[in-house]
T-cell receptor, first 111, second 116 residues
Framework: RKEVEQDPGPFNVPEGATVAFNCTYS??????FFWYRQDCRKEPKLLMS???SGNEDGRFTAQLNRASQYISLLIRDSKLSDSATYLC????????????FGSGTRLQVQP | EAGVTQFPSHSVIEKGQTVTLRCDPI?????LYWYRRVMGKEIKFLLH????????ESGMPNNRFLAERTGGTYSTLKVQPAELEDSGVYFC??????????????FGPGTRLTVL
C-alpha cells in the first residue's frame, strides 16, 4: 500500500467549476501536510500547507482530518491556469524532513 | 533572488557510465534534499543534508549513488555505474535552517537522466 494515495484523474472541468481532490495517508504519526502543484515537465511548487483547523487561500481551501487520515483540496471558480498536477505531500516521520509524495491528480480546466 | 538551480538539465548516458548531477541551493539555505521521480512513479526522497552533513540518507537506493556537499554549499549526486532503472528526473530542494516540519522546501527544475 502506498503511503500517500491520490486519485490520478484526470479531472476535466469547465472554467468556473468547483473541483475537489482527496488524498489519504497511511502513517498516523505524520506531522505536516501540503499540496504542491506541478506543471508539465516543471518542478513541484508549494501551493499551500494544510493545518489541522483547515485553511483557505483565495480560491483554494485545504482540509485535514487526522482521525480519518484524509486531506482535501477544494478549488473554486477554476481558471484555465489551474490546469496542472496536484501533489498531496506528507512529512511522515518525526525528526525527519523527508517529504512523501502522492502520485498526483491531474486537473484540466477547459474553456 | 535566485532559486534552486540544477545542472545539467538533461543527461543521456549509456549503461555502465558515470554521471554527476549538481545542485545549487538558495543562498542561506542550510538544508538540501535530493529526490527523484522514475517513470510512472511518485517522487521519492533520496537524502537530506544539513550544511555539509548527511542528516538522512535512508532513501538512497544502493551504493552506486554517492552524494556530497563539501563546504555546505552546492551538492553533487554521482551515479556510478549507471543502470537502466536509474532513468528519471532528479530534483534537488532546499529549505531554511531554523524551522519546523512546515518549512517550505523549494525545488529546482530537475535533471532528466536517461540511461540507455
Amino acid at each position: 500500500r502506498k503511503e500517500v494515495e491520490q486519485d490520478p484523474g484526470p479531472f476535466n472541468v469547465p472554467e468556473g467549476a468547483t473541483v475537489a481532490f482527496n488524498c489519504t495517508y497511511s502513517n498516523s504519526a505524520s506531522q505536516s501536510f501540503f499540496w504542491y502543484r506541478q506543471d508539465c515537465r516543471k518542478e513541484p511548487k508549494l501551493l499551500m500547507s494544510v493545518y489541522s483547523s483547515g485553511n483557505e487561500d483565495g480560491r483554494f481551501t485545504a482540509q485535514l482530518n487526522r482521525a480519518s487520515q484524509y486531506i482535501s483540496l477544494l478549488i473554486r471558480d477554476s481558471k484555465l491556469s489551474d490546469s496542472a498536477t496536484y501533489l498531496c505531500v506528507v512529512n511522515s516521520d518525526t525528526g525527519r524532513r523527508a517529504l512523501t509524495f502522492g502520485s498526483g491528480t491531474r486537473l484540466q480546466v477547459q474553456p | 533572488e535566485a532559486g534552486v538551480t540544477q545542472f545539467p538539465s538533461h543527461s543521456v548516458i549509456e549503461k555502465g557510465q558515470t554521471v554527476t548531477l549538481r545542485c545549487d541551493p538558495i543562498s542561506g539555505h542550510d538544508n538540501l534534499y535530493w529526490y527523484r521521480r522514475v517513470m510512472g512513479k511518485e517522487i521519492k526522497f533520496l537524502l537530506h543534508f544539513v550544511k555539509e552533513s548527511k542528516q538522512d540518507e535512508s532513501g538512497m537506493p544502493n551504493n552506486r549513488f554517492l552524494a556530497e556537499r563539501t563546504g555546505g554549499t552546492y551538492s553533487t549526486l554521482k551515479v556510478q555505474p549507471a543502470e537502466l532503472e536509474d532513468s528519471g528526473v532528479y530534483f534537488c530542494a532546499s529549505s531554511l535552517s531554523a524551522g519546523g516540519p512546515y518549512d517550505e522546501q523549494f525545488f529546482g527544475p530537475g535533471t532528466r537522466l536517461t540511461v540507455l
